[in-house]
């Protein structure tokens, strides 16, 4: 499964941006889609995360702010956000677990190659 995400960028603090994740290759069935940023120096966070079910969860400190949402159609996992402050920044990794056909079924985790987000005061 390969993960292609694309929409980041710089913004001033109070802008927005949308990032957008497209998974491709060979899958049954992709089940969790998230979002995770990393800043310098510190560990990967979850931001958002949306299952196949539709349930969400929201880290504390984009709630109300960012919205993450999917297309299973297209395989597709979008972050709308909004309101950006500078330590928004980081750069943004999508993340989903998949049920592959290796020898048997099994579900495995991919990461997207990450996305920069920069927000400027």
């Known amino acids: 499964v390969q993960l292609q995400a694309s929409g980041g960028g710089l913004v001033q603090a109070g802008g927005s941006l949308r990032l957008s994740c497209e998974a491709s290759?060979?899958?049954?069935?992709?089940?969790?889609m998230a979002w995770f940023r990393q800043a310098p120096g510190d560990q990967r966070e979850k931001v958002a995360a949306?299952?196949?079910?539709?349930?969400?969860d929201y880290a504390e400190h984009v709630q109300g702010r960012f919205a993450i949402s999917r297309d299973n159609d297209k395989n597709t996992v979008s972050l709308q956000m909004n309101s950006l402050q500078p330590e928004d920044t980081g750069v943004y990794f999508c993340?989903?677990?998949?049920?592959?056909?290796?020898?048997?079924?099994?579900?495995?985790?991919?990461w997207g190659q990450g996305t920069l987000v920069t927000v400027s005061s």
């Open positions: 290759g060979s899958f049954v069935r992709i089940t969790n």
């Open positions: 993340n989903v677990d998949a049920w592959i056909v290796e020898g048997t079924l099994r579900r495995s985790t991919y």
């Open positions: 949306i299952r196949s079910s539709g349930e969400i």
